[in-house]
């Protein structure tokens, strides 16, 4: 584990950082970096740390105590960019990479070195991707750029190709079980069942640590089993979708839901006579997400939209015979 400062660590991703700090070391680092991976486990944050790990003047390894470790511990350091989506927009744009452009290609104001991260920059638009290339093509000396992504292929492909991919993976239970250990606060029965649920993210993990958040999903899971086992009858599904249509619990249904038929269509896709379940599931998954869309673009009704997905996936069940509802539960 690389420590860089008191309050941020990058957790995991051992290899890939020791890999990096070795290219740094030989001088082999590349002028412009893909780190991409799923969601929330750490790849902005292993950015930072090679950045910090660049203007500490304890290198290879961030000390943690020098002023390019604070600052960067406290967000502050000069030669540290951050580009990511402003608020209240949809996209990254043209104007926000040309002020980092412009920045970058200046002399470092407090060590040797200027690096700059691009989070989430598969929301860069056309224009903004363009302008992006320009200064991957001809990078001013000393300067390291990262982009982070949960979603490269989205990213243009001429971009993309100026940058050297690291793939990051989903983090290891254990790995993840010793972070949450050390949150204050935290129960041996939460932790567990936050290590469970959070597949792999810290991101997600972090956000379970919130109670609240870890008894709504787990008191949507019970609901659902029992939608799925045809123990609710037709009335109770339709007292659930209410109950579940307010707005924030309907953010957690929708998502549990979705990771609910990803998991089914992944294990039926290998089970025996897959192709008609397959089927059947992705025509529901399908149906959820242009629901869950028309949701959000024009205000579809939250509690029709439920009752339609409950009855689909209960009619779906009653054909198959109840397996456990949740394939992933005993993860861990
Ligand atoms: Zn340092």
Redesign the pocket.
């Known amino acids: 584990m690389i420590a860089f400062g008191a309050t941020e660590r990058v957790i995991g991703h051992g290899a890939i950082l020791s890999r990096l700090l070795a290219e740094m070391a030989a001088s082999r680092l590349a002028h412009a970096y893909l780190f991409h991976g799923p969601v929330g486990v750490g790849k902005a944050t292993a950015a930072r740390a090679l950045a910090t790990a660049l203007f500490?003047?304890?290198n290879p390894e961030?000390?943690?105590?020098?002023p390019?470790?604070v600052k960067m511990d406290a967000g502050v350091h000069a030669d540290f960019l951050y580009l990511g989506m402003a608020e209240g927009k949809t996209r990254i744009v043209v104007d926000q990479v040309r002020e980092v452009a412009r920045s970058i290609s200046l002399t470092p104001l407090e060590s040797k070195w200027r690096a700059a991260l691009v989070d989430d920059a598969h929301l860069l638009n056309e224009q903004a991707a363009n302008a992006l290339l320009k200064t991957l093509e001809e990078p001013p000396p000393n300067t390291l750029l990262i982009l982070v992504t949960d979603r490269p292929g989205a990213i243009m492909p001429t971009l993309r190709s100026r940058c050297r991919a690291v793939r990051f993976s989903p983090l290891a239970d254990s790995e993840l079980a010793a972070w949450v250990a050390r949150q204050p606060g935290v129960t041996r029965e939460v932790a567990v069942e936050v290590v469970k649920r959070a597949m792999g993210s810290v991101r997600r993990a972090a956000a379970l640590l919130d109670e609240e958040l870890l008894a709504r999903e787990m008191r949507f899971q019970e609901e659902f089993g029992r939608v799925i086992s045809g123990e609710t009858t037709l009335a109770g599904l339709c007292a659930l979708a209410e109950y579940w249509s307010d707005r924030e619990r309907f953010v957690t249904a929708t998502t549990l839901l979705g990771t609910w038929m990803e998991e089914r269509i992944r294990s039926a896709v290998t089970g025996m006579g897959a192709g008609r379940e397959v089927g059947a599931l992705l025509e529901i998954k399908n149906l959820a997400e242009t629901l869950v869309r028309q949701v959000h673009r024009f205000n579809v009704n939250r509690q029709l939209v439920l009752e339609a997905l409950f009855i689909q996936i209960a009619k779906g069940r009653n054909r198959e015979g109840g397996n456990s509802p949740f394939p992933n539960k005993g993860r861990g």
């Not at 961030?62 to 020098?66: D, L, Q, S």
């Open positions: 500490c003047e304890g961030p000390c943690g105590k020098c390019h470790c």
